[in-house]
């Protein structure tokens, strides 16, 4: 058999302060084979500091979308770019990403103890760091063709479907699922970066309307009690292991 290779997609909008941090996180790590960035036409230069990583990383791609699509068409063109029997889903905005977290949600994958894995971040809500499970967690390991197979669904999504169509896609496949947990690692509130909590909300609101579009909100719930059945047994990262 052919051993597993990995790409890691990395969609960005307007991320210029903190896709550096993430890309010095990701960059010579011996799971990562190669890296795609998808600028889904930011206004900012977040493209033009990919591209001078991408200088010094000759496994580093950088893709310009002509104009704002929304994730899931960003990711999309990133699937369809990578190369690897795997992909890596991240977000571009992760404060306090290194190599140890990486390592612990792409190895249970690789190595074939789980068929899937998500993070939880340490400033998930509440709620789900308690249930154990972040649903729209963007932090993703799983095989390359899953989603491949299926690029005419995802064009179809709303900007922010992908997670929960992911959802179920491991749901219907009976997926193994690896949780594991990011105590040292943060996603920004979309009020800070946004400018302000009116702005903030209007985001969420926006994101949540997308949600419910691809999937009912009595659905969402049921995913997340599903994928939570589907967990492999697991510490991922203990606290004392983050930065």
């Given at each position: 058999?052919?051993?597993p290779t990995l790409s890691c997609i990395i ?75 795997h992909i890596l889903l991240l977000d571009s ?58 690029a005419d669904a995802l064009q179809s999504l ?86």
């Amino acid at each position: 058999m052919t051993a597993p290779t990995l790409s890691c997609i990395i969609p960005a909008f307007n991320e210029a302060p903190r896709i550096g941090a993430v890309l010095d996180a990701v960059l010579d790590h011996p799971l990562i084979h190669e890296i795609v960035v998808i600028d889904d036409g930011s206004s900012d230069d977040t493209a033009a500091r990919a591209q001078a990583v991408a200088l010094r990383a000759p496994h580093l791609r950088v893709i310009r979308l002509d104009r704002n699509g929304g994730k899931t068409r960003a990711v999309t063109r990133g699937i369809a770019e990578a190369t690897s029997s795997h992909i890596l889903l991240l977000d571009s905005d992760l404060l306090g990403l290194h190599h140890d977290e990486l390592t612990a949600l792409i190895a249970p994958v690789l190595e074939g103890r789980a068929d899937a894995s998500l993070s939880l971040r340490g400033n998930a809500p509440l709620v789900w760091r308690g249930l154990g499970i972040d649903y729209i967690s963007g932090e993703r390991v799983m095989r390359r063709e899953l989603l491949a197979s299926r690029a005419d669904a995802l064009q179809s999504l709303p900007k922010f479907g992908l997670e929960v169509f992911i959802n179920g896609l491991w749901i219907e496949q009976g997926l193994k699922i690896a949780v594991v947990r990011w105590p040292g690692v943060e996603s920004p509130m979309k009020h800070e970066k946004r400018g302000g909590w009116l702005m903030g909300l209007k985001a969420d609101a926006a994101m949540l309307g997308d949600i419910f579009h691809t999937v009912t909100p009595l659905e969402t719930l049921r995913q997340v009690f599903r994928l939570r059945q589907r967990r492999v047994p697991g510490p991922g990262l203990a606290a004392s292991d983050h930065h």
